[in-house]
């Protein structure tokens, strides 16, 4: 395993850096180019879907984490509230008892992946809070918390994808242990088109469309951005949504990028400031989709999904006393309540509060598994968010 340790760039950037020297680098690239450049043999990533049976998977952290900076593409993607406290707080630290309760039940989550027989893998621990710098902006750094958002892994290939949250641009370093000892093993590596993050991309003058009002975005078409978190995968089929954070050069440069094998499929959103497709849309099984009905038109869904069970999503149930940091302090919507995650076909990781939405996939033929994560909403997201599905027992093929 390749060693790493932290310390910063120019002016404070946190990096990950292995104690080899470029020379020892060449030589363990040399060792496993058989490995690397054989056509059968097999990787440690391969995952196709949302719902084939996971074998491998990365869990964020919350070591680290500070409160991301209130650039205009935070405080228009989160709760007003929470908009607010962002444009107060950001760049300070995370409270240590709020971290401490988020963990805990993160924990958990750890316990029951790997209780299901997956192995378990964690990014390396980086420092947020010092202040970098390109030629043209500043700022502080985010967290780890949720990998999701960062990467698309489609079949051997892992794309680092050009998120649109300045604090957000060095954090895919903590992860380049852990891929370059997959690429030593045999993936694919692929980084898209690191984007300048410009003034001119954002519009700072930005307000919220009344609801049934034509959709506009925080961010225009000027450079190649997009989060993973905007898409799902189905096979041969993978399907996205325009966001705050995602913009149609940032698809147009996927569709292209991925082989003919792929079809990119857009599903409208109705959510006036819509960031990442999993709180409105889960492929949770063949022919089997959760669906966000206060975000998405059931009667706009690609024609694709005619033969597919249409599971509505039941309004979410109230969190419970216990939950105060999610109360007040989640980064998310309530809908967060669909961000589930497939172990496999049949068993759902779910949300402990959410007991009406595990009656509504019992009767589809589920087996929910509940766990208690609401104390992770302030760090962004919940099951899907916090995780990165490296291996899926599987093969590639259509379900259409």
């Avoid at 604090?167 to 093993?185: G, I, K, P, V």
């Avoid at 905007?230 to 993978?238: E, N, S, W, Y």
Wanted: net charge negative.
């Amino acid at each position: 395993m390749v060693q790493t340790a932290l310390v910063t760039l120019g002016r404070g950037v946190p990096r990950l850096v292995a104690p080899h020297s470029f020379a020892e680098m060449e030589t363990l690239i040399q060792n496993k180019s058989e490995i690397a450049g054989s056509e059968t043999q097999s990787t440690p990533v391969s995952s196709f879907n949302e719902w084939d049976p996971l074998e491998e998977i990365i869990v964020g952290r919350l070591e680290g984490a500070t409160i991301p900076p209130g650039h205009v593409t935070v405080t228009y993607n989160v709760p007003k509230p929470v908009g607010q406290l962002v444009k107060l707080f950001g760049g300070m630290r995370y409270p240590e008892w709020m971290k401490s309760a988020a963990q805990r039940q993160l924990n958990e989550l750890i316990r029951v992946l790997e209780g299901e027989g997956v192995k378990v893998q964690r990014p390396d621990i980086v420092d947020f809070k010092p202040r970098f710098a390109s030629p043209d902006w500043s700022s502080r750094g985010f967290c780890i918390a949720c990998p999701r958002d960062g990467f698309l892994v489609v079949g051997d290939e892992i794309i680092e994808t050009p998120m649109a949250w300045r604090s957000r641009y060095f954090e895919t370093f903590a992860y380049r242990r852990l891929f370059y000892e997959y690429f030593q093993q045999g993936a694919r590596w692929t980084v898209a088109p690191r984007p300048q993050l410009l003034d001119s991309l954002y519009d700072f003058d930005f307000e919220l469309p009344a609801y049934g009002q034509p959709l506009h975005y925080v961010i225009n078409e000027s450079e190649i951005v997009f989060d993973a978190a905007d898409l799902v995968r189905a096979g041969k089929h993978i399907f996205y949504q325009r966001s705050n954070v995602t913009n149609q050069a940032g698809i147009e440069w996927l569709r292209r990028h991925l082989s003919k094998d792929y079809q990119l499929v857009e599903i409208e959103s109705m959510c006036v400031d819509p960031m990442h497709i999993d709180s409105s849309v889960s492929l949770l099984a063949p022919g089997k989709v959760l669906i966000n009905p206060e975000y998405i038109d059931v009667a706009k869904l690609p024609r694709l999904f005619r033969s597919w069970d249409i599971i509505i999503a039941p309004e979410p149930d109230p969190l419970s006393s216990s939950d105060i940091m999610a109360r007040f302090f989640s980064m998310c919507s309530k809908w967060i309540s669909v961000n589930v995650l497939s172990i496999d076909e049949r068993r759902v990781i779910v949300e402990k509060t959410q007991v009406g939405l595990q009656r509504k996939l019992r009767e589809y033929g589920f087996e929910p598994i509940p766990v208690a994560f609401a104390n992770f909403l302030p760090f962004g997201g919940a099951f899907h968010c916090a995780t990165l599905d490296i291996r899926r027992r599987g093969e590639l093929q259509s379900y259409f």
